[in-house]
């Protein structure tokens, strides 16, 4: 007498399939979920990296207060800061590489670049301090970003 000892181990072709469609699901939702959430981090590491400019900014006017008897502020934001922000390079153009803060002299902004090549730019204007008209600057919000 013969016994059908067919050992079939394995996947079928369906089985496969459903597999990869499964997974092809999952892509379609995380992959968005997760640059959403890496963006989302981005914008609060530039927040918090602006809070820090606007605070330096405010301890500054405050010592020049003290020492002239004026508020004012510096010609480059980032001299008002005790430590410059990871990424910060004294060019004096937008900033060209990922992670890069810079000010730009001639537009008079702060610019920082994502890791995803858009350039995001604030607004930086120093101040009045000549012939009695004394007024501490302004720092703008963010800018729409820009691909590079």
């Given at each position: 007498?013969?016994?059908?000892?067919?050992?079939?181990?394995?996947?079928?072709?369906?089985?496969?399939?459903?597999?990869?469609?499964?997974?092809?699901?999952?892509?379609?939702?995380?992959?968005?979920?997760?640059?959403?959430?890496?963006?989302?981090?981005?914008?609060?590491?530039?927040?918090?990296?602006?809070?820090?400019?606007?605070?330096?900014?405010?301890?500054?006017?405050?010592?020049?207060?003290?020492?002239?008897?004026?508020?004012?502020?510096?010609?480059?934001?980032?001299?008002?800061?005790?430590?410059?922000?990871?990424?910060?390079?004294?060019?004096?153009?937008?900033?060209?590489?990922?992670?890069?803060?810079?000010?730009?002299?001639?537009?008079?902004?702060?610019?920082?670049?994502?890791?995803?090549?858009?350039?995001?730019?604030?607004?930086?204007?120093?101040?009045?301090t000549t012939s009695g008209l004394e007024a501490v600057g302004t720092l703008g919000g963010r800018d729409?970003?820009?691909?590079?």
């Amino acid at each position: 007498m013969k016994t059908n000892t067919q050992n079939n181990k394995g996947f079928t072709l369906i089985e496969l399939i459903m597999v990869t469609i499964i997974l092809g699901i999952l892509a379609a939702v995380a992959i968005p979920r997760y640059t959403a959430t890496v963006e989302r981090a981005e914008q609060a590491a530039e927040n918090a990296v602006i809070s820090s400019i606007k605070s330096g900014l405010e301890t500054y006017a405050t010592e020049q207060l003290l020492d002239n008897g004026r508020r004012s502020w510096p010609v480059n934001p980032f001299l008002a800061l005790d430590t410059s922000p990871s990424g910060y390079s004294t060019d004096i153009t937008d900033a060209d590489s990922d992670s890069e803060w810079t000010f730009n002299t001639t537009s008079n902004s702060i610019t920082h670049m994502r890791g995803d090549n858009s350039l995001h730019h604030w607004d930086y204007v120093q101040g009045v301090t000549t012939s009695g008209l004394e007024a501490v600057g302004t720092l703008g919000g963010r800018d729409a970003g820009s691909s590079i």
